[in-house]
């Protein structure tokens, strides 16, 4: 059983998702030692993308202030490898990123590669940073299933989880992805991008039911979950619930001093997880 798996072990989990570099890089540190502190089971990390196609405006702004304030991603790997470091992170943390940003890393710094076998010099030697640093796992969302095995063994051969994605759409799809999957398997709530949603109306107890028919590994529902009372209901029909856009929304209010507001969201969300 992976490190994630096992922060789903005999509770419901709360994720909550963070963009690193936004407002700046020590607010995302305090931001996660908060989160941690207030219960999160396990945190997603979101590296700054100039077109990250799954989120919504919320989270995309957070990534253009991100960039603009000059975020790199070894500077948001080094921001993990000193959490770890310093004991104040401990819970399971995944990158969600795209895959552009790893096509283009090499270690020692950021940038497109070169040379024909500049993709796998970007996976492999990414991957392998993201172990180094204390990552457990990475979302890949501009990836499909049928494409994925371009970074499984980069994966493998690191120690990394890659989390899967299940989408009302997948239909027949469902179980296909579920049998191959690893850490844990994130639902998709609604269609579209990431953000706040009034009303979530995916049947998530059916997709939960075929995934149950042919895996264990556990499963948390993600985009547009925003109150307690929706977080609840999502984790009764699934393992956990995922949250970045709300969480997102009090860091662009409170800015630098967002952080124990932070924790105060995530320390009601989880009771309600409890509860």
Do not use: W
Request: charged share 25%.
């Amino acid at each position: 059983m992976s490190r994630i798996q096992e922060a789903f072990a005999g509770k419901k989990a709360f994720i909550p998702f963070i963009t690193a570099g936004y407002p700046d890089l020590e607010t995302t540190k305090a931001v996660l030692r908060a989160a941690q502190e207030n219960g999160a089971d396990l945190i997603e990390i979101g590296i700054p993308f100039s077109d990250p196609t799954a989120e919504g405006p919320v989270i995309q702004t957070a990534n253009v202030r991100a960039l603009e304030g000059g975020v790199t991603t070894d500077q948001v790997l080094e921001l993990v490898e000193e959490v770890r470091r310093d004991g104040s992170v401990t819970v399971p943390m995944v990158f969600m990123t795209y895959a552009n940003v790893i096509y283009s890393y090499h270690e020692g710094g950021d940038g497109e590669a070169d040379g024909s076998d500049g993709s796998d010099r970007g996976r492999y030697g990414f991957c392998r940073r993201c172990a180094e640093v204390g990552i457990d796992g990475l979302i890949l969302p501009d990836i499909p299933f049928e494409e994925k095995d371009q970074f499984e063994d980069a994966c493998r051969q690191s120690g990394l989880d890659l989390i899967s994605l299940i989408a009302p759409t997948s239909e027949d799809r469902i179980q296909m992805i579920a049998r191959q999957a690893q850490g844990f398997i994130y639902i998709v709530s609604s269609l579209g991008v990431t953000g706040v949603r009034s009303d979530i109306t995916t049947d998530i107890g059916a997709i939960t039911a075929k995934i149950r028919e042919v895996t264990a590994v556990p499963c948390a529902v993600g985009f547009g979950i925003s109150t307690p009372d929706q977080a609840a209901r999502m984790a009764e029909q699934s393992d956990g619930a995922i949250v970045g856009s709300a969480i997102i929304r009090i860091i662009d209010r409170y800015q630098r001093e967002a952080a124990p507001y932070v924790g105060e969201y995530v320390r009601s969300m989880k009771d309600a997880l409890r509860s």
